[in-house]
């Protein structure tokens, strides 16, 4: 089990108990800030602090949520998340919340929801408008859907031999949704999912003692359908990181060892825009108190920061990253080890050649154990939750504003031309207009000011996505991917130095074209719809596939080569 989820299971089971007493000795001598405001690092020059930091709620408990876990912006610009305490029932709740800090308890969980704990997370906006999740703690756990309105849906519970203690990262451009279990399996040390949005799960890879990587703890998707992710231990290893291919094929990148160059335990793990990705260790490097690397699709491994907790004001990251629309990761320092949970905790801001800069510290009265990570809010100011502190002890929902400016988010990064994309930002009218790549969309649907559908344009280009509305353009944070397909081809036979027809949309951006995986050395675009190849030497009878910028096709039936 993963050592972070170790610590805050104890110790919201709990509810700080005997732990109090190793935290209160770790607080002795700190001086508290104000319930509203975390104190900031002061860039040199006394210009003022680089990030505000504010409680917006301090969590209470029944009937209102308690005990915190992270929130995901809405179409309605609200956020919505999980409290492992606190509802009708005091046994948790889904909850909506303001970005002023309003809270709506919108279900209140039962005990054949989890009893005595669900532990529940919304973790993904789906493409339907509604928020899909797990619960980590009833029985082996769940998968599940809550609807804006609290309509909640057990997908699918766990049982042990298909997984336990599950999480959800991404729905993907297939619809469905794709997440681990930090254990259980065929193998028994955790598994790699996908799961339909009406709840049909099927496992694409079961970890096992031996393998040199297992108990996964996070999961992402490259532009070409491969999954990337990082197990938490490993066969002699201190954890790693590992490719995964859709049909199953585990690759290991890089294994932790520990020590000064390198960290041990990995936590938090995302996918930059630059193509690589990005991830924290809990422990290890120069002084053992966690790192931040960066790691290519390759396996090459860049150690980016060691953590020191005297300069650093916090230490043994364990949250997720987040890339801002600035570019940099932001993330918190959990302080989390062995030995139990303490301060100092912080945000932390780091680009990706590794500069590292504190943002806001914790003193528990203002929040306390930000396992959540942050989440970015269209408007450019990050949100998100404390497990605990506050001045009830039962978490906070907090603000970061680092004056990042607005954007729009992309529900899905990826489409095929005449589908429709969600884009969530603020201040849309119906005369907003939408843009891939520089390309118009002409049927764009308004569901209030903070959510529109647009659909992919015939000629569509991957890239950027922006939304006009007046004087106001508003860029997508994450490029999007316009995939392509194949409808057919002409002739459907002939020898080498044959020029062959393809057909098919998104074809504009078209980098390569293979007969059988050998290479066509001469191919031109003629349109978004046409690709003109010549069969190359050495080509078998096989499929043809095109690639372009936002992806691969590949022809339904071979081309014969005579």
Known sequence: MKLARQVSFLARIATLCAAVVWITAAFAGQTAGSVGQAPARTPAGGTPPLATYTVLYNASGDPNPGFLTGVVQGRDGNFYGGSYQGGTNNLGSIYKITPAGAPTVIYSLTAADGNPQCNPSVEVLGTDGNFYGACSYKSDGYIFKVTPSGTFTHLHDFTGADGMEPFLEFQGSNGNFYGGCQGGGSGGEGTVFKITPTGTLTTIYSFAGGDPIYEPTGLVQSSNGDFYGVGYQGDGTQGGVFKLTAAGVLTPLHDFEGGASDGTNPSGFALGTDGNFYGATEMGGVNNEGTIYKITPAGTFTLLHSFNVTTDEGEYPSAPLTQGSDGNFYSTAVNCDVFGCGLPENIFEITPRGAYTSLASFNVTNGEFPFAGVTQDTSGIFYSVTDQGGTNGQGVFYSLNNNLSAFASLVGTSG???????????????????????????????????????????GALSGSVTVTTGATTLTSNKKFSVTPTISGFSPPSGPVGTPVTITGTGLLQATKVTFNHVVATTFTVNSDTQVTATVPTGATTGKIAVTTTGGTATGATNFTVN
């Open 416 to 458: 095929k031309e005449g589908a429709k994309v969600g884009i969530l930002g603020q201040g849309f009218s119906n005369a907003s207009v939408v843009k891939f790549d520089g390309v118009q969309a002409t049927t764009v649907m308004r569901t209030g000011a903070t959510f529109l559908s647009a659909t992919i344009p015939a």
